[in-house]
Structures are given as structure tokens and as C-alpha cells.
């Protein structure tokens, strides 16, 4: 198995599936929340996963850190393939991974101090004295922007961004190479959310950290991401640098999703005729073809795309896409 | 230009809590017109969707609508005994709100929850008639299959046609004023934009005035034809949206365009961001409220509030609460 | 769903067995030979043993038991010890005046506790909100004996408003021609009202008082349940619609928040049938309750044994009664889930 030697993350065909039985008597219903997804993240870059909800994004982000268990596929992190890992050498991986969660008021624990939260996880990992490790809980919260006058202060006492830090923290006390986002700022005020990315970017910066950012907001995405891979019913339908993808994307939903976003710009958008997608996103059992002809402008009644399903495609330097007719549909950009 | 169709004045709105009495909204006043689309931003926690209720009367205990006037159709409606504004709930206002999850009655159907509506304020009206009506209101916001799924339940629905189905509720009575709180935050993009389209063919067709409220500039860009910024209960600034975009008047409004990536421009480097958090309204500033965020501040904004200023900014009239709006919007 | 379902008669099915192994070792671990209950201290060694093969006593305990369930289901409930009568019979005589004793104590219970936690949560009223909560923390702290005889002394002794303990009727008044054995729905059958006012005037305290507990559960629920309810956006929507505030609380906070209050109904069923055993022996009511007690004292064990298995049994079955009515109020539960 050849491996990209600047790569930290490789994951290779990956499949969740979840089997729903309504009954003992009726047929189980399986759903695949990841669907065959592969790509790399290089050491110190920043990758998105897009998508809107339903398109597997954050189980996807789960079974990347083996917080569930893939049903097939491999997750290769910095060489180890973590599906052969045994329960202790994955616990000893695991620091070197964290993930920070959407919703700031729900991932702390509201009657641990601010200090014991960002303490926590060197404890669980055993390392350093106490005073070492209080020594790293300050240069950690140092680092995000939280005053030590907070440290024994109970999440309630603080604001949505604040909170955030704090998860970040938690995160970050580890000194982690890898970093799953989850949707870290969709939760926060309009004023607060470019204060967490810029944080987040500089700690990128400092600490030489590799992002995997989940995120739904195009716009958000297109500033923070340096790769990006579209995700829609658990696969991935385009991946590309940040530039290509937004300067010519070439999946129609792709499009769709840009042409959704409101620009705040008067006038502009309505002028220039948006794609507005029929319908919502179904829920994807067994399907022929490919999984966004329902919805899709471009193939909804071709041939090809009801009988064949798309394989993901180099269709450009660095840009793939699973779509039989692409850049066929094309919304008109700066 | 349409006639007036929304008056409010000086409308104050006090919570009272633990820690003491806070206004959520601070002596608003604005107009709206026949069929305009105004368009409210703001921040959680701004009073925004308090002003919403407070223009209909639904503020609940321990809120209270302590002063100010609001008139519709020409007709005073603030502080009217509850009877009478029940007239005007759902007859010439409609309300729509931001989670389609929790704005329906989990255990009553869809077309009951339309009825309601509809039998409310046309009592003569048979239930099969009102049935018929519920129907092709389902029909004009696009839920397919509206005659089969008249009969099941919220949960039976996605979050797209929930939201469908409370503008169908809200439209049902065919109101003059619409008020929109975050109708689309809760939705996925594609979702927002089937949504926003709607409501925006549904309103230019009836010549409704509507009043959205939302945290998203993009949002009111492409959708409103004015625009009031709202900060600690109070509204910083308004104008146009053409005005509003090209230039800003207040500091907050400035800061909140330019902290936002946008979506049609490919940026690198820090976000220009706000620093500090929005103020708890229970201890405000005593000057400018924005001022202990404010990157411009000076003395005098710690010390006192800024009235409101009348502009006039390429023959568009701005109104701004900042003591240095007018030099802000000359340079 | 089925899943659910099939656990929920294994529970059931738990429960009943439980019961009668309780209620099957009750009669085995008391002191004393049951034959020489029967046959009395001055029986010969002889009649005793002859009594003990008689009813099996000498065979291995697994095989009583079996034998004990088995005529159970057959409608053999043994012999009340005291009067020699089938214990079926004597049951059967007394539970019409509990069924009727239970159905007003729950009416009152269900009926207070719906209006005082709509008048506690309705509007913010902090006075009229105490009071309910007060009432509430009484009643689940007060013993039903106890208050019963409270309310003998102040609304019979004092204020001579109601009748004393003299059971369902007065002295003076027969019973109404029997049809379903509930004296005010017979003597309504029959035409005979002043039959009718003094049963129900009979029936006020007893139910009153058998109904505290319950009321007090309920009350407490409705209250928490309520106020969150009322709480949610759907009741601003309804609002927004022109609906009044009173209607929107009852046509859409009140069903709402009943729904999980109904799950209760065992709990309910369980304060009623455990209440009933020291109330109806208060006010002299010639229910089950007070026939358990009266055996008690006699050493009459078949009858008590009886009243604990049958106890089990309505337990069981109200709650898989709720259940179903659960699904059949809910539409969460009663349609498939997910959007079309």
C-alpha cells in the first residue's frame, strides 16, 4: 500500500451503515449515513466536509476518530490503520486526535469548574504531575484567549464564545495533531463567530495543527478551508482546492448549494437567476444510479444517470466529481 | 409612494427576572408602508424577536409592554383588551417563527392546525369549507399531495414543509402585515432558498407588507427593500438596503458586514472581527451601548447615549444612533 | 414498537407471577399450622393431620404452589375461614361498593387536579401557585385514615353537613333494587332520587378522602407537565392565530401535558387499591378494603391472599390499558414516523 508520505489522514472507502428495524416482522431498513468515501489530508492543512443535514457529515466526522465504529473502510492516521488498533494502542492514539463539538452549552459539563473541564483530559491520559499539568491547563487556556481569572468559573457563568474556547481548549491540552471540527461556530452570534475562526486559525498556525472542518455554511467554508469535499447522501460528489471549487465548480449540486447562499449584496443575486433545488434530501437505502438524480436540474431525466452510478472523476488539477455531466450547469461568479 | 400600515412609537418592553428589570426593547419607533419588506437585524439577545411579539400583544409574563404606540391599518391596537387584539392576530397579522419543529402542536393535525386558523376569524365558515380552504392554502406553499397529507401529523413532516406550513397558517386569513421571526435559520441552504423564494412570491402577489427578522445580511440583501439594525433592544440604524450596503452610518453595522465571510469573494487573511460579546440588557453601558465594543469609541460615547440623527445620504434618508454618524457617513 | 410491546406483557406477566408467589408464601410463612386455623385450637392431632392431607399441605412447597394457581385460574379461590362462604362469593358481594367508592374518589381526584394545575399554571399567579403546590405536599404527606377521620369530626361531629360513618347509605334508607350493584347508578336505574342523594351524600367524604392521595399525585404532574407545555413555541403560534389564551391552554397545552400524566394511571390504580383497605374501614364503607382488613384481624388468609392477587392482576391490566390508550392519543406513536 503506497502511502502519501505528507498525508496525516487517509481514509480509504468508508461506510457507515445503520440497520433500522420497525418490527420483528418487517424487512430492516438499512441506511447508509457514509457511503465509499475516500481523501487525504496533509499534515497542516485545513479540510471541509460540506454538506446539508442528513449527508452523513458528522457521522462521518465520528468514524474518523472511531467515536463509532465503521462498517467498512479504512481510516489510516499518520501511517496506523486505527481498525487494527487493539482497545489500549487506540487510547493512546486518541491524543493525538481531539474533535470539538457544535453546541458549546451542551459538550461542557455544567458543574465542573473551567479549569477541571480543560484538566480533564490529561488526567484520563495520566500525564504529568498535578502541577504540571495545572502548569499546561493555563498555558491552554493562555493560548485561546481566556483569562485566568475564569479558571474556576462554571460554564454557566459564560458566554456562547467563550464557552467555545473552552472546548477548544479541552481539545487543545493534548497537543494534538489532528482537530475534528464540528460545525464550531454555527451555534454562536454573527459578532462572536469570526472571533472563534480567527482563534482557530491562529492556533492552526502556532501549534501546526490539521483541520477537519465541518461545516454547512458555504460561505464560511470557502474562507477557512483549504480543500473541500462536498458530501451529499453520504458520498462525496466534488473535491477540490478551496479556488477550483468555488471559482469552477462542476457538480450541479455544488451549484445549487452556491447559488443558494444569500449574497449581502443588494440586487445582485435575484438578477442573475438562481438554481433553486425541487424537493429536500430524501432518505437513501438501496438506490441505482446516481444518489442525487431526484433533485438534480441536469440528469433528472437522462438515461445514464438513472441506470449508472457516478464514480468520483479527476476532472481537473486536484478536482474530482461524480456527475456524468459536469459543469454542465454553471452559476455565473465574480 | 403606499400608505402607511404599520406605526410604532416608542414601544418599551421590560422583563422582569432575578436580577432585577431589564427593557429587551428600548423606545422603538418605525414605520412601515403598504406591501414593504422590511427587513430587522440582529443578534440573539437584541430584542428582536421581543419587538415581534410586542407589536401583537404576545409578550408573556414576566415581559410587559410598559409604553409606546402601535397602530395598524390606521387604527391604534397597543393596549387593547386581549378580545380585540385576537381580532387582529391571524387576521391582519400573521406571524411565522424560526423552528418548524416546535411551532406546530405535536398532537394535533396538520389540517386541524390550519383550520383552527382559518374558522377563527371567518365563523361562518363550515369545517368542510374551511377543510377546502386549508387545502389550497397547502397546495399554494407547495406541499405535495396537500389533500392526502391534510390529515397527518407534525412529526409526519420534514422541517421544510413544516415551515411551509406555517406560512400556510399565517397567510391563511390573507393578512396586510407579515412578521417572519428567522422563518429560514432553522433550514438547510437549498431548504432557505425554496422557502425565501415562496414567501417573497407570496407577498409581491398580495401586496403584503412583511417584517423579517433574521441575523443573516445576505438574507436582507436579496430579499428586503429597507432595513433596521437592531443592538440592545434598541434600532442603531436604519435606512435602505442599497443605503445600508454601501455605506454604514453605525460602527455595529459596519463591523457585523465585514465580520462575515462573503460567500462570492474569496478571502484569506483574519476576519475583520467585533471583539467582546453583545451586552446582558440587564447591565447595559450608561453612554453608547455599543461603545465597549467599539473600535472608533471616544469620550463622549461612554458618557452619553446618541440620539437618533437624520441623515441624508445620496438622496436616501438614513436615521442612526451614533454621535459621530454624520462625519461616519461623509468621509 | 412490537418490541416494546412484547416487553411490556413479559413485565406484566413478571408482575403477576410475583404477586403470587407473595401472595402464595403469605399463608405459608405465618406463624402456626393453617389446618389448626381452620379446624380451631381444640381440634385432635388426628383431624389436624387429616386436615393438613386435605389440603395438601404434606406435598413438596413447588407442587402447592401449582396446585394454588391452577384452581386460582379455575375460579376456585378457596374458602373464607371465618364463614365457611367461597371467598369468591364474599369478594363478589363487597366489590360493587368499592367500584364505587374508587370511580367518584377518582372522579374527584382526575377533576380536582385538572382544575387547580390549570388555575396554578394559567397566567402567573405565585399566590393562587403556592396554594396548589401546599395542598399537593399535604395530601401526599397526609395518611388517608387520618384525614378521613379529620373530616368526620369537622363535616359530621361539628357541622352536622354530612352524614358519619355508617356506611353507603343511612339507617333508614334500602338499597336500590340491584342491577349493577353501584347504589347511585341504580337508584338513578329506579327513579328514586332521594335513594340517590343520600348515596352520594355518603359517598362525598370517603371519596374525598380516598381520592387525597391520588389528587396530589396527580396535581403535581399536571403542574410540571403544564408549565413546560406552555412554555413552547406551538402555544405562541396558536396565540398568533387570534386564538384566546384560555382556549389555546386547554385545546392545546392541557392534551399535551396530559399525555405523560396518563402513564401514571398504575400509580393511581396502586394509591386507590392500597387507600381503600384503611378508608372503607373508617367510614365503615362495606367494600373489599374493609373485608381485607376484617380478615386480617379473623386470620381469614384465603380472603387476603385473594385481594393481593386480584390487586396485581388490575394493576397489570390498567397498565397495559394505558399503553394502548397511550398509542391511540398519541400520533407519534400511533403513525410510523419520518418524513414522506
Redo the contacts between chains.
Keep these: 500500500m503506497s502511502r502519501d508520505q505528507a498525508s496525516l489522514l487517509q481514509v480509504e472507502a468508508l461506510e457507515k451503515r445503520f440497520v433500522i428495524r420497525r418490527g420483528p416482522w418487517s424487512r430492516p431498513l438499512v441506511i447508509r449515513a457514509v457511503d465509499g468515501v475516500s481523501f487525504q489530508v496533509a499534515r497542516g492543512e485545513t479540510f471541509g466536509l460540506v454538506g ?2 442528513g449527508c452523513g457529515k458528522s457521522t462521518l466526522a465520528r468514524c474518523l476518530l472511531r467515536l463509532i465504529e465503521p462498517t467498512a473502510g479504512r481510516v489510516i492516521f499518520d501511517g496506523v490503520d486505527l481498525g487494527r488498533l487493539r482497545p489500549p494502542e487506540m487510547r493512546a492514539l486518541r491524543r493525538r486526535m481531539q474533535i470539538v463539538f457544535q453546541d458549546p452549552f451542551a459538550s461542557l459539563d455544567p458543574r465542573m469548574s473551567i479549569a477541571q473541564i480543560v484538566e480533564e483530559p490529561l488526567f484520563v491520559h495520566g500525564i504529568g504531575s498535578r502541577e504540571e499539568r495545572q502548569a499546561q491547563v493555563d498555558a491552554t487556556l493562555e493560548l485561546v484567549g481566556i483569562e485566568a481569572t475564569y479558571r474556576d468559573r462554571r460554564p454557566h457563568e459564560l ?4 464557552r467555545q474556547r473552552i472546548a477548544i481548549a479541552r481539545a487543545l491540552v493534548l497537543r494534538p495533531e489532528l482537530v475534528v471540527l464540528d460545525e464550531p461556530i454555527s451555534a454562536l ?7 472563534v ?2 482563534l482557530l ?2 492556533l492552526q498556525e502556532q501549534l501546526g495543527l490539521t483541520y477537519v472542518f465541518i461545516v ?1 455554511d ?3 467554508a ?3 478551508c483549504d480543500r473541500l469535499a462536498v458530501l451529499y447522501l453520504g458520498a462525496v460528489m466534488e473535491l477540490a482546492g ?2 477550483e471549487l ?2 469552477r465548480p462542476l457538480h450541479p449540486y455544488t451549484n ?15 438578477r442573475q437567476g ?1 438554481i ?2 425541487e424537493g ?2 430524501p432518505v437513501l437505502t438501496d438506490h441505482r444510479g446516481c444518489r442525487f438524480r431526484s433533485r438534480c436540474p441536469v440528469g433528472k431525466d437522462r438515461e445514464r444517470c438513472a441506470e449508472v452510478e457516478p464514480r468520483l472523476e479527476e476532472r481537473g488539477p486536484g478536482h474530482r466529481v461524480a456527475c456524468h455531466f459536469p459543469g454542465e450547469l454553471v452559476t455565473a ?2 | 409612494m403606499d400608505e402607511v400600515l404599520l406605526s410604532v412609537r416608542g414601544l418599551r418592553t421590560e422583563f422582569v427576572t432575578r436580577d432585577g428589570v431589564f427593557a429587551a426593547v428600548r423606545d422603538v419607533s418605525f414605520e412601515l408602508r403598504r406591501g414593504e419588506k422590511l427587513g430587522i437585524v440582529g ?3 437584541s430584542g428582536k424577536s421581543a419587538l415581534a ?1 410586542s407589536i ?1 400583544g ?1 409578550i ?3 415581559g410587559r409592554v410598559v409604553a409606546g404606540e402601535v397602530e395598524l391599518n390606521g387604527r391604534r391596537i397597543s393596549g387593547l383588551p ?2 380585540q387584539l ?6 391582519e ?3 411565522i ?1 424560526q ?1 418548524p419543529m ?8 396538520i389540517g386541524d ?1 390550519i383550520v ?2 382559518i374558522r ?2 371567518r365563523r361562518h365558515l363550515g369545517r368542510r369549507e374551511a377543510r377546502r380552504l386549508a387545502i389550497e392554502l397547502l397546495r399554494e406553499v407547495q406541499v405535495p399531495f396537500a389533500e392526502r ?1 391534510l390529515a ?2 407534525p ?4 422541517g ?2 413544516r415551515q411551509r406550513v ?1 406560512i400556510a ?2 397567510l ?1 386569513n390573507e393578512p396586510d402585515l407579515i412578521i417572519a421571526d428567522e422563518p429560514t435559520t432553522a433550514l ?7 422557502v ?2 415562496l414567501l417573497d412570491r407570496l407577498v409581491s402577489e398580495r401586496r403584503t407588507a412583511i417584517i423579517l427578522i433574521t ?9 428586503c427593500d429597507s432595513v433596521h439594525v437592531m443592538y440592545a433592544g434598541r434600532f442603531v440604524e436604519r435606512t435602505t ?2 443605503q445600508l ?1 454601501r455605506a454604514q452610518a453605525h460602527p455595529y453595522t459596519e ?3 465585514r ?10 487573511g ?6 467582546g ?2 451586552p446582558s440588557l440587564a447591565h447595559l453601558p450608561p453612554g453608547c451601548s455599543f461603545a465597549p ?1 467599539c473600535p472608533a469609541a471616544q469620550e463622549i460615547c461612554r458618557d452619553r447615549a446618541p440620539a437618533t440623527v437624520e441623515l441624508v445620504s445620496e438622496s436616501t434618508p438614513v436615521l442612526a444612533e451614533c454621535h459621530f454618524a454624520r462625519e461616519r457617513l461623509r468621509t | 414498537m412490537i418490541r416494546t410491546v412484547g416487553g411490556r406483557l413479559l413485565g406484566s406477566l413478571a408482575a403477576i407471577f410475583g404477586a403470587s408467589v407473595v401472595s402464595f408464601l403469605f399463608l405459608r410463612i405465618l406463624p402456626g399450622n393453617p389446618a389448626r386455623l381452620i379446624l380451631g385450637p381444640l381440634a385432635s392431632q388426628q383431624a389436624i393431620q387429616q386436615q393438613v392431607r386435605l389440603m395438601g399441605l404434606d406435598r413438596p412447597i413447588y407442587v402447592q404452589y401449582l396446585r394454588y394457581i391452577s384452581s386460582f385460574f379455575s375460579g376456585d379461590w378457596g374458602f373464607s375461614y371465618s364463614n365457611g362462604r367461597p371467598v369468591r362469593e364474599v369478594i363478589a358481594t363487597r366489590l360493587p361498593a368499592s367500584i364505587e367508592l374508587g370511580l367518584y374518589a377518582f372522579a374527584f381526584a382526575f377533576v380536582a387536579a385538572v382544575v387547580l394545575a390549570l388555575l396554578s399554571t394559567y ?2 399567579r405565585p399566590v393562587v401557585d403556592g396554594t396548589v403546590r401546599a395542598i399537593s405536599f399535604f395530601g401526599l404527606g397526609t395518611p388517608p385514615f387520618w384525614f378521613g377521620l379529620l373530616l368526620l369530626l369537622a363535616f359530621s361531629q361539628a357541622l352536622h353537613l354530612l352524614p358519619g360513618p355508617e356506611g353507603r347509605l343511612g339507617p333508614a334508607v334500602a338499597p336500590p333494587p340491584t342491577v349493577t350493584g353501584l347504589y347511585t347508578v341504580d337508584a338513578v336505574i329506579a327513579g328514586q332520587w332521594g335513594t340517590l342523594g343520600n348515596a352520594l351524600q355518603h359517598l362525598v367524604l370517603p371519596a374525598v378522602t380516598l381520592g387525597l392521595a391520588p389528587f396530589a399525585y396527580l396535581v403535581r404532574l399536571l403542574r410540571v407537565n403544564l408549565l413546560e407545555v406552555s412554555r ?3 402555544i ?10 384560555w382556549t389555546a391552554y386547554v385545546r ?1 397545552a392541557l ?2 401535558a396530559f ?1 405523560p400524566t396518563l402513564t401514571a394511571g398504575g400509580m393511581v390504580l396502586a394509591q386507590l387499591l392500597a387507600g381503600s383497605v384503611l378508608v372503607e374501614t373508617v367510614f365503615n364503607w362495606p367494600g373489599v378494603g374493609a373485608l381485607v382488613v376484617d380478615s386480617i384481624l379473623r386470620q381469614d388468609y384465603a380472603v387476603v391472599q385473594t385481594f393481593i392477587l386480584l390487586s396485581a392482576f388490575a394493576y397489570v391490566a390498567l397498565n397495559l390499558i394505558v399503553d394502548v390508550l397511550y398509542g391511540v ?4 406513536v400511533r ?6
Design positions: 446539508e443535514s458566554s456562547g464564545g467563550q452570534d454573527v459578532s462572536i463567530q469570526a472571533q475562526l480567527n486559525r491562529d454547512h458555504l460561505a464560511i470557502e474562507y477557512f478551496r479556488e468555488f471559482r445549487a448549494l452556491l447559488s443558494g447562499v444569500p449574497i449581502p449584496e443588494p440586487g445582485r443575486r435575484r438562481r433553486i433545488l429536500e434530501v461568479r465574480p | 443578534e440573539s439577545g411579539l401583537v404576545l408573556e409574563p414576566p386581549d378580545r385576537q381580532l387582529v392576530r391571524g387576521k397579522v400573521g406571524l417563527f423552528d416546535a411551532a406546530l402542536d405535536p398532537v394535533k393535525s392546525q383552527e386558523g377563527r376569524h397529507r397527518d401529523y412529526h409526519q413532516y420534514s421544510g414543509m406555517m397558517i399565517a391563511a438547510d441552504v437549498t431548504t432557505q432558498a425554496q425565501l423564494d441575523h443573516n445580511l445576505g438574507i436582507v440583501a436579496e430579499f438596503v442599497e450596503f463591523a457585523l458586514l465580520s462575515v465571510p462573503r460567500p462570492d469573494r474569496l478571502q484569506r483574519p476576519l475583520p472581527s467585533i471583539p460579546f453583545p465594543r | 397566567r402567573h413552547e413555541q406551538f405562541t403560534v396558536v396565540r398568533s392565530k387570534g386564538v384566546g389564551r392545546h392534551p399535551n399525555l392519543i398519541d400520533p407519534r403513525t410510523p414516523t419520518g418524513a414522506r
